[in-house]
């Protein structure tokens, strides 16, 4: 099942020995994942809201059990890097 939420979500593993994650946001409707397996111990809650263009800066919810740090892809060249200690 994750190999599914995964295409769906757009996510993928990086580095995972440094606990990184990179998200191409391509939806306009909100989607993402709750929960989903990271490394041996975390779990990650992220979810994009909904949008009017691809262009336009997603609003991200994301939640994380582990230090984690997301890189977030959006429109033709955008990108930002998201940091979590905890939550």
Do not use: Q
């Not at 992220?46 to 429109?75: A, D, M, Q, T, Y």
């Amino acid at each position: 099942m994750s190999g599914n939420i995964t295409v769906i979500s757009g996510t993928k593993n990086v580095f995972l020995r440094y606990l990184r994650r990179l998200w191409h946001i391509n939806l306009l409707e909100e989607h993402g994942v709750r929960k989903y397996p990271f490394g041996a111990k975390g779990e990650l809650t992220l979810i994009c809201k909904p949008r009017n263009s691809k262009g336009e800066k997603p609003k991200i919810v994301f939640e994380s059990n582990i230090p984690v740090e997301i890189e977030v892809i959006w429109g033709e060249d955008k990108s930002k890097s998201i940091r979590v200690s905890k939550t």
